[in-house]
Structure formats: structure tokens, C-alpha cells
């Protein structure tokens, strides 16, 4: 009977969790706050896409242009531009944090690139290019 | 007469044994996919889990707050630990209290910095982790402490375990209910009007897309993506129905087919971490019942014997 009560009050909370994100939201404009971790979020993937992707590379000494998830110590594994890109959603000031990392106890200056797209345009060509300087001193327009 | 019939139904899921094997391979994928995820921020702690670097809070108040005082040494160890018992969890010892470490330590550090590790497939490892402190299990096969068992002489080699059904069915449980609420936010977010596949496959190399399918032009079509958008509400919405209604074996395997294809599909395409797909993929597999796991078992014996 224990048993039965538990499966049925997991249940129950699992589908009111979701519920709390998806109809609750709209309909009352607010969610409740159901204190369990797991019902904290709702379970949205790729649902709103961003019609003005950015792609993150840089240029090295050696002048090659490579994806700038590479100079990430912290290994993102299978999704380490996706992981970048997502950072840089959250945190507009993780470009900043990814050049301290890069260059802190050392001489090295590296060149950031951020292509701006704009999918509705001309998903193949980005619209907007920006060229930032990363060096022991930060991260600055060139 | 029939209510009593639908909820013996509804508890068969949670009630009695299965076969063993399902939720132990869900088991190391699961804890493999965790291992994977977590362990990269865990052995850099300087670059993700000190006050100064740039944080987000994503889940516990609490722990995010509390990072800044506590010392390097004990979160140190807080890392190595929670890392052990991945691992010890993964491969099946003391299975129990592993997990309850494990769940604990990636909680806390995900709440220190969610920069490093945020996904949404979070969402499904706390219930999983929460169900699997509570319900205990998971290692009845292809784990240590099943052979440690065997080699104080409990149980039969030549039996095959079994396994209550209670943490499968809520593993199953929490899968499906991911799938078909990520279905529901889509249909609220108007997919059935637009084409939103047809924004993500065309996405350039480097953000989200794997690199071939940005370098496929077949695959940026309005016909494809179109295709693609209502593939995903189908199986998305349709899958988890057919698992949680249907007991005809035939259709749900069936099912099971086109729903491990659609989660095998994402990954090859899109750049989303392997959390996500030992969750919802190998999750997936606990939909088999104990005559198609035989028969996977029994075929992939005879290919071995073969080869």
C-alpha cells in the first residue's frame, strides 16, 4: 500500500511539475514553486529557436581560425559549441572569462570572431562581423 | 469492476520483478552520461567552482551561495568523492549509497556554477537520482555487487536476474514524461504553424548543428524541415502514449523502434551533450518487456557464439 501511495504521489507531481511550466504559466501567469528540484523547470528543447545565431571562433599565432570552444580548458564532450554558445546566452560576459582563462600567466594574445547570422537573411553569410583582441589585458574591439 | 482493472493495470508497471538487465544498462549509461557531463568541471575547480569566476544560479539558493566560504580543500574533496562514487555507482558497487553521493555532489556543484554543466536534461537526472535514492536497486546485473553476491554463493549463475519494477517503471516514467511535455511546450510555442526545424537545421557550422548537416544542403529544404518539425511533435506527443496506454508487445516495440531512431536522429544532428541521450534514449529501453529482452539477449548471444 506504501508503495502504491509513493508511485502514485511521484506521479502525480511529475505531471503537476510539468504542468506548473506549461499551462499554469499561461494561464494564471505565474508558477508555483513546488520546492523539489526536479519539478523546478519544465522541459522545453528547442522550442523557441533564435532567428540571430553568433559563432564563436578565433586566430591564434599560427593564424589559423579555429571554433573558440577549443580554448575552453573545461572539456565539453560532443557539444563543446553548443555549450559555448549556450554560455554566452546566460552570461554575455563569459567571452570575457573564456579570454582571462586563456591568456592569465602568460604572454599569449589571441583574435576573437564573432559572426553574427541572421537566418531570415541569409542563413549561409553572417550580416555582422566583430574582431575582438584578447590579451593579459582583456578583451577589446580591434 | 473496470476502474479496479485500469489501476491493477497502472500498478503492474511499479509492482513485481523483470528482468534485471534494462535498468542495469540504463544504469551505466546513465551514470556514464553523468560521469561525462560533471567530471571535466570537477577536476578544473579553479575555473569553474571558486568565487571569483563568472557563475550562474540555476538551482539551489542555498548551495550557490554558500560557495564563497567554503574552503578550497573540502570541495577538493567534495569532487574526488562525488567523483568515486560516479564511478562506484556506474559499475554497480554499493550501489545505494553511491547513487545518494553521487546525487548529492552533482546537485551541489551544479549549484555552485550552473555555467559549465547546464542542461535541461538536468531536469529528468534530479527525479532519476531522487527516485533511485528512494526506491534503492539497479544493480541486480552486470554490476559488482551482483558478482560479489555470486561469489559468496548467493543466487544462480544460470538464473536470470531479476529486478523489482518499481525504479524501471519510474525511470520509464520520467522519460516519457520529458518527451511528451517537451511535445506540449512545442505545440504551445506554435510548432504546428511554423517551421522551426526548418530555423534549426539551418542553422551555420558552430552553433548547435553538427558540422555535416550544416555542410547538407538536402538537409536545409522547407520540404525536409517541414518533415522534420511534424516528425518531432508525432513522436514526441504519440511515443510516450503508446508506451504509458498500450500493452500490445508488437506495437510498442514498434514504437520503440521509431522513438530510439528520433533520439539516435538528435544526437547525430545536433550537439547536445550525451546526458541527454542516455536519459532519453537508453530510458527508452525499459519499455521492453521480459520476452524481448530475452529475445535481444538470446540473439546477441548467438552473434557472439557466431563471431
Partial sequence: MAQRVFVCIWVVLGVVGALNHTIAEKLLGMRFNLVLPHLEYGYVMFNKNPHDPAVYDYVGDDGIRRPLAELVATRSFFHADSRLAVSVIFQPDYLREVCYRATRGTTKSYTFIVDHYDIDVDPRHPVQSQTLRCDAHGLAPR | ?307
Wanted: aromatic share 12%.
Fill in chain 2, 1 to 307: 469492476m473496470r476502474t479496479d482493472s485500469l489501476l491493477a493495470r497502472f500498478f503492474a508497471a511499479f509492482e513485481g520483478t523483470r528482468s534485471a538487465l534494462p535498468i542495469a544498462v540504463f544504469r551505466i549509461a546513465f551514470f556514464g552520461g553523468l560521469a561525462l557531463h560533471f567530471f571535466p568541471s570537477l577536476v578544473r575547480l579553479d575555473d569553474n567552482y571558486t568565487a571569483g569566476v563568472l557563475r550562474t544560479e540555476e538551482w539551489n539558493h542555498f548551495f550557490y551561495v554558500s560557495l564563497q566560504h567554503i574552503p578550497h580543500g573540502v570541495l577538493r574533496t567534495a569532487s574526488i568523492v562525488t567523483m568515486v562514487a560516479c564511478v562506484m555507482a556506474m559499475v554497480g558497487l554499493a550501489t545505494r549509497i553511491a547513487v545518494l553521493v553521487t546525487g548529492v555532489g552533482v546537485y551541489m556543484f551544479a549549484s555552485f556554477n550552473g555555467l559549465p554543466v547546464q542542461t535541461l536534461a538536468l531536469v529528468d537526472a534530479w527525479a532519476i537520482l531522487l527516485a533511485w535514492m528512494i526506491c534503492g536497486g539497479g544493480a541486480e546485473a552486470l554490476s559488482a555487487d551482483a558478482l560479489l553476491r555470486r561469489r559468496r554463493g548467493g543466487g544462480d549463475a544460470s538464473e536470470a536476474p531479476r529486478a523489482p519494477k518499481l525504479l524501471s517503471g519510474l525511470v520509464l516514467y520520467q522519460a516519457v514524461l520529458g518527451t511528451f511535455f517537451a511535445g506540449v511546450e512545442k505545440v504551445l510555442a506554435g510548432w504546428p504553424q511554423t517551421n522551426e526545424m526548418g530555423i534549426l537545421l539551418n542553422y551555420p557550422r558552430g552553433f548547435i548543428l553538427r558540422d555535416w548537416v550544416a555542410d547538407s544542403p538536402w538537409l536545409h529544404g522547407s520540404l525536409v524541415t517541414h518533415a522534420f518539425t511534424w516528425l518531432t511533435l508525432v513522436v514526441e506527443l504519440g511515443a510516450p502514449l503508446v508506451f504509458v496506454v498500450s500493452r500490445q508487445p508488437r506495437l510498442r516495440l514498434a514504437v520503440l523502434v521509431v522513438y530510439e531512431a528520433f533520439f539516435l536522429g538528435i544526437v547525430v544532428m545536433l550537439e547536445v551533450p550525451p546526458l541527454f541521450y542516455s536519459i532519453f534514449a537508453v530510458g527508452g529501453l525499459l519499455a521492453l518487456d521480459d520476452a524481448q529482452v530475452e529475445a535481444v539477449t538470446r540473439r546477441l548471444r548467438g552473434s557472439r557464439l557466431r563471431s
